[in-house]
């Protein structure tokens, strides 16, 4: 399988203030496996430890940290003559041996020629607290579940892989709507790496459903094996709960749904204890989003999520057709697998803390906040094509950001402030100033009745602004031309094809959100008797070729 870490495994073999390097992560997200994947592919031969195996090897670091004598007994016990300037040594369940953890210290002061991967899970709640930390003698790496980029890698051959990495905005919308359909199997399927590797063999969503229930069950065993004993139900109630608190249109985690009357001072230690073991990602809120944002954050007000958007989906037993098939049934648990999957995408990629914001009153929230560089990004999450942006107008207002996104499953676009991104794109969020799309103004639309909601902006396009016409568009343009037209015959008529919501967002609406036509009765939108006719601008755009 590929795996992006292992680009980042290259520059650790090949930098020259290379130390000992700790992968860390969840059990399951695949550390074994990449460690041997690198020493096969990048070295002559590979010395692997699995301290839960060897009681011998346990023993090998307690009565000192005498290097040669350690290099003779991996020796010893793993049949492999260690070349230094050849020979990859590989550490597995280190936290199984504390001192072994230690003498990475030692490795890297007395004898830094030697190529040493360790790895261990639940690294931060299973070492002994008496056990001396070799802090600043060592590298990490932090090893997430699969991103949808990897995802594409291992299970599409038809290069929509290449097609992400181009980071091209133009080329993205050719091929908007495979990505989508890749994006909605991801949601099934998830990014641990046993899951994906049965579905590629097997092309077997249940047998792959299975398979999470396992690594699922897995964890809960987990809990009862490395946690405190006093706290296991606690941290059991905990990671029932969140299921249940991520379906709530307020996702703030509640105490009270963990068990009534329960207090925070009642599950800080366990939740503590869930996100240590990466098992749980938590995003506190933030007061005011200020540079630095972990100035501002709130750490009694948070929401919690749980590694794996497939786990997630297999803990409410979601099922494929309903994640597949753009199923109504699902509501706001619908907003809670989309923020899961954008949060899991962050996490893995940018590798930044992420943070949210509501206001005071709680009539505006915003999903996400990072900050890169020194810009702090606002970003409200849609789980499909609404491109409503109420959240983000009142944020915008108030804290006079000039740059927000918001990530749906509609295609590429941006005005001014607000940069849509298709979700199977996120990972091309950047700074303003990297971004030089020119583009003209934004004006909002507040509605009487709602003034959080906003409908989406007509576009003003300048000179600079980029059309993107398809064929079929080209045909309304033309049938436009003389007079406006209802929806029906524009469908119908015109295109031949059936007057559906599905049609008219493919080819009528990308028309009106890029100003090329417009409603006839525009302060009453759903007329009997609307029409769309050419804005000037559209008008103007027959005197030479769309592109």
Same mark, same amino acid.
């Given at each position: ?205 249940? #047998?792959?459903?299975?398979?999470? &229930?396992? =690594?699922?069950?897995? @964890?809960?065993?987990?809990? +009862?094996?490395? $946690?405190? /004993? ?113 949060? #899991?995408?962050?996490?893995?990629? &940018?590798? =930044?803390?992420?943070? @949210?914001?509501?206001?005071? +009153?709680?009539? $505006?929230? /915003? ?130 094809? +059936? ?49």
């Amino acid at each position: 399988m590929k795996r992006n870490a292992l680009h980042e495994l290259e520059i650790w073999k090949n930098s020259t203030r290379r130390k000992p390097l700790i992968i860390k992560g969840a059990r399951q997200v695949g550390k074994t496996w990449i460690m041997k994947e690198f020493g096969k592919t990048h070295y002559q031969q590979v010395a692997y430890i699995n301290f839960e195996q060897s009681e011998i090897l346990k023993t090998t670091f307690v009565t000192d940290f005498n290097i040669q004598r350690i290099i003779r007994v991996l020796q010893i016990e793993t049949g492999i003559q260690i070349d230094p300037t050849n020979t990859l040594i590989l550490f597995d369940e280190i936290q199984e041996a504390p001192k072994g953890i230690t003498a990475l210290k030692y490795f890297y002061e007395n004898a830094p020629e030697y190529h040493i991967i360790a790895a261990g899970s639940l690294l931060g709640v299973t070492i002994h607290p008496n056990t001396s930390f070799p802090v600043g003698k060592v590298d990490f790496l932090d090893l997430y579940p699969m991103d949808f980029d990897e995802f594409l890698q291992n299970t599409n051959p038809n290069g929509l892989h290449e097609v992400l990495q181009q980071k091209d905005k133009e080329l993205l919308t050719i091929y908007h709507e495979r990505l989508v359909e890749q994006l909605r199997l991801y949601y099934y399927l998830g990014g641990m790496p046993e899951v994906i590797a049965s579905y590629i063999e097997n092309n077997n969503l249940e #047998q792959a459903r299975e398979i999470q &229930k396992r =690594i699922l069950s897995g @964890y809960e065993q987990d809990f +009862s094996k490395h $946690a405190p /004993i006093e706290i296991v139900p606690r941290i059991r109630l905990v990671w029932n709960a969140i299921l249940k608190q991520l379906s709530k249109e307020n996702k703030k985690f509640i105490y009270n749904t963990v068990r009534p009357g329960a207090r925070a001072k009642d599950f800080e230690t366990a939740i503590n204890w869930l996100a240590d073991t990466g098992l749980i990602y938590k995003v506190n809120r933030v007061e005011s989003p200020k540079y630095p944002l972990i100035a501002y954050a709130d750490l009694d007000v948070f929401k919690l999520f749980i590694l794996d958007i497939g786990l997630l989906g297999a803990m409410g037993d979601l099922s494929s057709k309903t994640l597949l098939n753009k199923n109504k049934i699902l509501t706001e648990f619908k907003g809670a697998l989309t923020e899961q999957y954008v949060l #899991q995408s962050l996490n893995s990629n &940018k590798k =930044i803390r992420t943070y @949210y914001w509501s206001s005071d +009153s709680g009539t $505006a929230e /915003i999903d996400f906040l990072i900050q890169l560089e020194d810009q702090i990004i606002p970003i409200e999450v849609k789980a499909e094509e609404n491109l409503q942006a109420k959240s983000l107008k009142v944020f915008v207002e108030k804290f006079k950001a000039t740059h927000a996104v918001r990530t749906s499953m509609s295609p590429y676009r941006i005005v001014d402030w607000l940069e849509n991104i298709p979700l199977y794109a996120i990972n091309l969020i950047e700074t303003k100033e990297s971004n030089q799309v020119k583009v003209t103004k934004l004006t909002y639309n507040s509605r009487e009745d709602n003034p959080f909601i906003v409908n989406e902006p007509k576009l003003n396009y300048n000179q600079y602004a980029k059309i993107q016409i398809t064929e079929e568009q080209q045909k309304i343009i033309n049938y436009l031309k003389n007079k406006s037209k209802k929806r029906k015959d524009i469908l119908e008529d015109c295109l031949k094809i +059936s007057n559906q919501t599905k049609n008219f967002k493919h080819h009528i609406e990308p028309l009106i959100e890029q100003g090329i036509i417009e409603l006839t009765i525009k302060d009453k939108p759903k007329s009997q008797n609307q029409q769309y006719q050419l804005t000037a601008f559209g008008k103007n755009q027959l005197k030479q070729p769309l592109t």
